[in-house]
């Protein structure tokens, strides 16, 4: 039995893990390189495996640096089963609808070959199974497959893989990202209560979030300044799970009427397409959101919101007087309707940038947060004189305290591999399991095979 790291060692993006096991191959995971365009062009490479050999894919969950190369993967020869949540391919599929777009005009602009076309997407598809927590996936005699609810977006997974191949019998856990749970709409990370080998991941390996009791203050506290002040509040959107935790809280400030209403656009398409397979999915979530939905509550609406679905209704934000909240894609600023916004509001200093997600190095998200005082954008230089702030609370992955947590309760690792996070966070993190945990724990090199 082997393991091979093809993505997401030393760095947040780009997961893709192979397992073999007496023959059979399996890839936990098929992501995009995200965060800069040297790193955008690493998925324009041949991939490191032949994909016609893969029997068999396995999704933790719909984010593009978890799925975005699936479609390249059938380009490239694939032909198995592609194995998720029901919601992790309603939400995949979107998603992936939307990055097509970005890729073909990406493709135009650098003269390259798209990574995958229409059809690559469509057939990749015809290849996808659905199948709800806790039921196992059998591959065949010598591998047995469970999904566990890591809490981080809707329809999310940890995966546990228990192997045998000859008298050799070992069970392997993926951790796919893990939630910081308890969050408003979705059920807690599920405990592991043992496991051989396990992957962890690290985004946050190095950090604790702030009190997450305290982030609805905290955005109150931001509005309430960008409205004395007469400003525009710009949010750049996570289109899963962070946009639709924003949208539950804004609806309990105002309907609460603890804040006073204002405009508030959601001026992203895929956003609003996530929002409608949340409704689909209520029984993904915790028994305080289905207390409200079952009283009458519309979670994702209120008096002010508007969705701005066409690029028209975009375009016609901007005339609608400050004070105004933008919610609006992309979460790092790397693209989409956002970067309109700020081309516009970043050099008012009565305006707010808030960030509400994990900034990848090399983002103009991570560069705005760390203190750019001018940024180029669409052939022009914009002064940055709106306030810069953050608030952590509203993060999907769980903290340095979180997964500590989750590891420790894992009787019987052999060793933790510690993945998906910047080389300074995943080596902290494999630090304190080491200590703390009193388990090996190291930070895998990328293209490097361990032996299980």
């Known amino acids: 039995m082997k393991l091979y790291f093809y993505g997401g060692a030393g760095v947040v993006t780009g997961a893709n893990y192979?397992?073999?096991?007496?023959?059979?191959?399996?890839?936990i995971?098929?992501?995009?390189?995200?965060?800069?365009?040297m790193a955008e062009k690493e998925n324009y490479e041949k991939f490191a495996y032949d994909p016609s050999t893969i029997d068999v894919v396995f999704i933790t969950h719909a984010h593009l640096d978890h799925v975005g190369r699936v479609?390249?993967?059938?380009?490239?020869?694939?032909?198995?089963?592609?194995?998720?949540?029901?919601?992790?391919?309603?939400?995949?599929?979107?998603?992936?609808?939307?990055?097509?777009?970005?890729?073909?005009?990406?493709?135009e602009e650098t003269g390259l070959e798209p990574l995958f076309n229409e059809n690559d997407l469509i057939e990749s598809w015809k290849l996808t199974h659905g199948k709800p927590y806790g039921e196992e996936v059998k591959i065949n005699n010598n591998v047995r497959?469970?999904?566990?609810?890591?809490?981080?977006?809707?329809?999310?997974?940890?995966?546990?893989?228990?192997?045998?191949?000859?008298?050799?019998?070992i069970k392997i856990v993926f951790s796919g990202?893990?939630?910081?749970?308890?969050?408003p709409l979705l059920k807690n990370t599920e405990v592991i209560t043992e496991a051989d080998y396990v992957l962890?991941?690290?985004?946050?390996?190095?950090?604790?979030?702030?009190?997450?009791?305290?982030?609805?203050?905290?955005?109150?506290?931001?509005?309430?300044?960008?409205?004395k002040n007469g400003g525009t509040l710009m949010i750049p959107a996570f289109a899963l799970e962070r946009t639709q935790e924003l949208l539950f809280e804004l609806n309990n400030l105002v309907e609460s009427g603890r804040l006073k209403r204002i405009p508030v656009?959601?001026?992203?398409?895929?956003?609003?397409?996530?929002?409608?397979?949340?409704?689909?999915?209520?029984?993904?979530?915790?028994?305080?959101?289905?207390?409200?939905?079952?009283s009458g509550d519309d979670l994702f609406n209120f008096p002010g919101l508007q969705f701005s679905l066409t690029t028209e209704s975009s375009k016609a934000i901007n005339e609608v007087l400050p004070p105004k909240i933008i919610i609006a894609g992309s979460g790092m600023s790397e693209g989409?309707?956002?970067?309109?916004?700020?081309?516009?509001?970043?050099?008012?200093?009565?305006?707010?940038?808030?960030?509400?997600?994990?900034?990848?190095?090399?983002?103009?998200?991570r560069r705005l947060l760390d203190g750019a005082q001018e940024i180029k954008m669409f052939g022009e230089v914009v002064p940055v004189r709106a306030e810069v702030k953050a608030i952590g609370g509203y993060s999907a992955h769980a903290d340095q305290t979180g997964l500590l947590k989750w590891v420790g309760q894992i009787k019987g690792a052999k060793k933790v591999f510690v993945v998906q996070g910047e080389v300074g966070p995943a080596t902290t993190l494999a630090g304190k399991i080491k200590n703390d945990l009193g388990i090996e724990a190291v930070v895998p090199q990328a293209d490097q095979i361990v032996e299980l």
């Open 145 to 169: 497959v469970f999904f566990r609810d890591a809490g981080h977006i809707l329809g999310s997974s940890i995966i546990e893989f228990y192997l045998s191949e000859g008298d050799k019998k």
């Open 177 to 183: 990202d893990l939630g910081n749970s308890p969050t």
């Open 200 to 227: 962890v991941e690290s985004a946050y390996g190095d950090r604790i979030h702030e009190d997450r009791s305290q982030r609805k203050e905290k955005l109150k506290l931001v509005i309430e300044s960008v409205v």
């Open 71 to 107: 479609p390249k993967l059938y380009k490239e020869g694939f032909r198995g089963k592609i194995f998720a949540t029901h919601a992790t391919l309603d939400l995949a599929r979107v998603n992936l609808d939307d990055s097509l777009h970005l890729l073909e005009r990406e493709a």
């Open 336 to 365: 989409g309707r956002i970067l309109h916004h700020e081309r516009r509001y970043l050099s008012d200093p009565k305006s707010i940038l808030l960030m509400i997600g994990y900034q990848t190095a090399g983002t103009l998200g």
């Open 265 to 294: 656009f959601l001026d992203s398409p895929l956003a609003i397409k996530a929002t409608a397979v949340y409704q689909k999915y209520l029984d993904y979530f915790n028994k305080d959101a289905n207390f409200l939905i079952k």
């Open 18 to 27: 192979l397992l073999e096991c007496d023959g059979t191959r399996i890839l």
């Open 29 to 37: 995971d098929c992501g995009l390189q995200q965060g800069g365009r």
